[in-house]
T-cell receptor, first 121, second 115 residues
Framework: GAVVSQHPSWVICKSGTSVKIECRSL??????MFWYRQFPKQSLMLMAT?????????EQGVEKDKFLINHASLTLSTLTVTSAHPEDSSFYIC?????????????????FGPGTRLLVL | AQKITQTQPGMFVQEKEAVTLDCTYD???????LFWYKQPSSGEMIFLIY??????QNATEGRYSLNFQKARKSANLVISASQLGDSAMYFC????????????FGSGTKLNVKP
C-alpha cells in the first residue's frame, strides 16, 4: 500500500514552453501533497505544500507564478512549470501524506512518487 | 541552523556486514517524528523506517533498525547484513509542527556495499 505515481517520468521541452507534472496517490487519499526539487547530489528542497481544495503554500524563494500547483482532488496534485527555462531543469519529486481512513501503519509518513526529470533546452 | 545533520557524505561496507548511518537532529518541540528514506540511483525515495518522539522502543523494520537516543538527539540507522542492493543515498528526515507537515531532510549519506 501507499503507492504514489508521478507522470511523466522524463520530459524534454523547449525553452518557453509549459510543462505539467501529475502526482497521484493510487491506493490512499492524501489530504496533503508536497512538491520537492532536487539538484544532483543534493538533498530535497521543499517547494510547496498543497492541501486539497485550497491554495498551495510556497516556500520562501519559490515563485508561485512560475510553479503553479493545483490539488484538485484527494488523490491528484499537479505542478505546472510555466515558461520553462534551462535553469528549471531538475528532478522534481512529489510526496503525499495519508488522510483519515488510511489502512497502512504509518499515517505520519510522506510517501514519495518516483520523480520527474525535466530537461529544458 | 541545520535541523538534520548527516555527517557522513559517503560510507563503505562489506557485503553481509552491518553498517550504521549517523543522524542528529535539532528541535525544541516535544512531539516530532524521525524517518529514514533510501534513494537509489533511479531517484525514487523509498520509506524505510519511522520513529515517533514518544516511542520508547527503537523502531525496527526487517534489516533496518533505528537507534533512537533522545537525550543526544540522534536517530542513527542500522542496516544489518548489508546487501549489494543497499547501495544508495540515505536521507534522514524529521517532521514537526502543525499536523507534522513540516519535513526537514538531511544532506544524505551515500552508502556503497562492496562484494
Amino acid at each position: 500500500g501507499a503507492v504514489v505515481s508521478q507522470h511523466p517520468s522524463w520530459v524534454i521541452c523547449k525553452s518557453g514552453t509549459s510543462v505539467k507534472i501529475e502526482c497521484r496517490s493510487l491506493d490512499f487519499q492524501a489530504t496533503t501533497m508536497f512538491w520537492y526539487r532536487q539538484f544532483p547530489k543534493q538533498s530535497l528542497m521543499l517547494m510547496a505544500t498543497s492541501n486539497e481544495g485550497s491554495k498551495a503554500t510556497y516556500e520562501q524563494g519559490v515563485e508561485k507564478d512560475k510553479f503553479l500547483i493545483n490539488h484538485a482532488s484527494l488523490t491528484l496534485s499537479t505542478l505546472t512549470v510555466t515558461s520553462a527555462h534551462p535553469e528549471d531543469s531538475s528532478f522534481y519529486i512529489c510526496s503525499a501524506r495519508p488522510g483519515k481512513g488510511f489502512s497502512g501503519t504509518h499515517q505520519e509518513t510522506q510517501y514519495f512518487g518516483p520523480g520527474t526529470r525535466l530537461l529544458v533546452l | 541552523a541545520q535541523k538534520i545533520t548527516q555527517t557522513q557524505p559517503g560510507m563503505f561496507v562489506q557485503e553481509k556486514e552491518a553498517v550504521t548511518l549517523d543522524c542528529t537532529y535539532d528541535t525544541s518541540d516535544q512531539s516530532y517524528g524521525l524517518f529514514w528514506y533510501k534513494q537509489p540511483s533511479s531517484g525514487e525515495m523509498i520509506f524505510l523506517i519511522y520513529q515517533g518522539s514518544y516511542d520508547e522502543q527503537n523502531a525496527t523494520e526487517g534489516r533496518y533498525s533505528l537507534n533512537f537516543q533522545k537525550a543526544r538527539k540522534s536517530a542513527n540507522l542500522v542496516i544489518s547484513a548489508s546487501q549489494l542492493g543497499d547501495s544508495a543515498m540515505y536521507f534522514c528526515a524529521m517532521s514537526q509542527g502543525y499536523n507534522f507537515n513540516k519535513f526537514y531532510f538531511g544532506s544524505g549519506t551515500k552508502l556503497n556495499v562492496k562484494p
